[in-house]
């Protein structure tokens, strides 16, 4: 266990520190949850790092102790490391509501010739969002006419939200009441 282990720990460490601040600028500026993620992963990496500089001193030291110490704490760093991300993608994969549905629906209902609107769902990660939506056009609007007012709600829904990759727009008469 030389100097030169502990200079290309603590050069590893200093590596780490700069990705998770980079990292987490740039995944909140671009409302990215996969460079979140990663963010989150290395921190694992710098705890990693601190156990293993702990082990190393440990050794040298001649207090081996130190070293099964610092394999648990590494365990229990990833083990957390790995809960977490998994609580953050869990929501990606289960479909979650991404973007509000009254916020859309005031968007749909900007465009003039819209009766209504239901069936909204958005799922996806927050900087990839993909929409489907049911208008509601008056019975009697020609068809070629109902399919352009679906291109303006959708041109309208991805200029307010530009995270919207794909917008699936059903056009359906209004529902009846009674």
């Known amino acids: ?65 130190l070293d099964p110490l610092a394999a648990l704490g590494v365990a229990v760093f990833i083990g957390y490391a ?6 953050t993608t869990t929501r990606i994969l289960s479909d979650r509501i991404v973007i509000s549905e009254g916020d859309l629906e005031a968007v749909v209902m900007s465009v003039a010739g819209v009766v209504g609107c239901h069936r909204i769902r958005t799922r996806g990660t927050m900087d990839q969002v993909f929409l489907d939506l049911h208008v509601w ?11 352009h ?7 309208r829904l991805m200029a307010r939200y530009p995270q919207i990759v794909d917008a699936v727009i059903h056009i359906e008469p209004p529902e009846r009441v009674g």
Not at 20 to 40: H, N, P, Q, W
Not at 137 to 147: D, F, I, S, V, Y
Not at 149 to 155: A, E, F
Request: net charge negative.
């Open 149 to 155: 007012l679906s291109h303006v709600v959708k041109d």
């Open 137 to 147: 056009m008056p019975g009697n609007m020609p068809l070629t006419e109902a399919h």
């Open 82 to 87: 790995g809960y977490q991300i998994a609580m």
């Open 1 to 65: 266990i030389s100097v030169a282990g502990f200079i290309v720990m603590a050069v590893t460490l200093a590596i780490n520190l700069w990705v998770i601040r980079y990292e987490t600028g740039e995944g909140e500026r671009l409302g990215s949850e996969v460079l979140l993620a990663d963010a989150l992963q290395t921190r694992g990496d710098v705890w990693t790092s601190v156990a293993v500089i702990v082990a190393l001193a440990g050794a040298r030291l001649g207090v081996p102790i």
